[in-house]
């Protein structure tokens, strides 16, 4: 009888263990999803310099007028499509050109809009590495400052910003 009782009982434990391992397992997993979701980095092919509104200050979107405010201000403050082409190409030329601490500027005469893009510092990621600059817009007579990560994807030799 005793070992009979002895066996129940270490049966009971063994299948305690097992249970329990096997919710810990699932803790550890979904621990790790939640917190690599709140570690990743977001990368996109635009810099935000490219297509932002020059205005940087927004009134609070607690209401449908108010966003509808902010979308037209942002509309009227972003730069035409020529002016953020300047930008974007003065950006890509910063990042495979320059190096640390240069600067390359654009000016549109017809618009008045200008720019200036500094390489700040490189550092190396992974198997390639990463370069962060700052930008200068000054459009509509508003001036705004962007400071952006982008990193060299070493398999097609492209930049993604760091968001």
């Known amino acids: 009888m005793k070992s009979f009782l002895m066996g129940n009982l270490l049966n009971s434990v063994d299948t305690f263990v097992k249970n329990s391992t096997a919710v810990g397992k699932y803790f550890i997993i979904l621990s790790s999803l939640i917190l690599a979701g709140c570690s990743t980095h977001t990368f996109t092919d635009n810099s935000v310099s490219t297509y932002a509104s020059a205005k940087k200050d927004y009134n609070p979107a607690n209401g449908s007028i108010a966003l509808a405010t902010n979308l037209f201000s942002w509309n009227v403050n972003r730069m035409d499509k020529y002016d953020r ?16 601490g240069e600067v390359t500027r654009w ?18 990621q992974g198997s390639g590495y990463c370069r962060v600059i700052m930008s200068e817009i000054h459009y509509n007579n508003r001036n705004r400052d962007f400071v952006e990560t982008a990193c060299i994807n070493a398999v097609d030799n492209s930049w993604r910003f760091v968001r």
């Open 85 to 100: 082409k300047q930008q974007e190409n003065a950006v890509f030329f910063a990042l495979n050109n320059l190096k640390n």
């Open 107 to 124: 000016y549109n005469g017809n618009t008045g809009a200008q720019g200036a893009v500094k390489m700040a510092m490189s550092y190396p």
